[in-house]
């Protein structure tokens, strides 16, 4: 080999490293240039992204109280000047719903109730099925909101204390929240018993349409007023 070919070799591998040294650089600043921009975008811009999101959820439910003993209430009693002898007063069901909204107002909530109970008829197990759609106008944004719904004492003892509610709000018309509680007596029951059609098509399950009441239907309206919603 010529000491020419030698030297035409070695500046051939040079120019070749030269390349590959500039073309990492390049990459290198590429993939910062990547990295500043993911950062950038989880930085200011992607908390104004949470935070929207999080404004996009414009009510919470914080609680469900809605099975079991916990429920019974009793009869609320007002004196007045003929007061005479009244009867002591009875257990009612109040299943209440804990929430909180946050646009600074609400035209239209609407919650839909749908409530199971348990009974036994000749020892066989027995549910009621009730449903409720209860809309308030005009809702402020607060925290620790309540609505409630009621089964009247004969409605209990007859048919039972409630094992399993589902709820459903609405805003304006549009589906945002729900919720359901189940107790062990209901342990059975599918965990979608409101939709599935074998709970709702099963004779063991009695739809009694009427009974469920909201507030305003009841001796409860006049109760703490300023503490609900006005119902339309």
Request: net charge positive.
């Amino acid at each position: 080999m010529t000491y020419r070919t030698q030297h035409l070799g070695m500046t051939v591998s040079c120019v070749l490293l030269i390349a590959t040294l500039i073309a990492h650089e390049c990459n290198a600043q590429k993939y910062q240039s990547r990295r500043d921009s993911s950062k950038r975008g989880s930085g200011k811009d992607g908390r104004q992204e949470k935070s929207q999101r999080k404004g996009k959820d414009p009510v919470r439910i914080g609680r469900l109280i809605g099975t079991g003993q916990q429920t019974e209430i009793k009869t609320p009693q007002f004196k007045t000047r003929s007061q005479g002898n009244p009867t002591a007063p009875e257990d009612w069901v109040q299943i209440t719903v804990e929430y909180d909204t946050f646009p600074d107002w609400i035209d239209s909530l609407t919650f839909k109730y749908e409530v199971l109970t348990l009974t036994r008829e000749g020892g066989e197990k027995m549910y009621g099925l009730y449903r409720k759609t209860v809309e308030y106008r005009d809702v402020e944004k607060d925290r620790d909101h309540l609505s409630t719904v009621f089964l009247r004492p004969a409605t209990v003892k007859r048919f039972g204390l409630p094992v399993a509610v589902h709820v459903e709000i609405f805003v304006d018309g549009e589906l945002v929240v729900e919720e359901n509680e189940k107790s062990s007596a209901a342990s059975k029951v599918p965990p979608d018993w409101w939709t599935n059609s074998k709970v709702l098509n099963s004779p063991t399950v009695k739809v009694r349409d009427g009974l469920l009441l909201n507030r305003n239907e009841t001796p409860f309206a006049m109760v703490d007023i300023d503490s609900y919603e006005v119902i339309r």
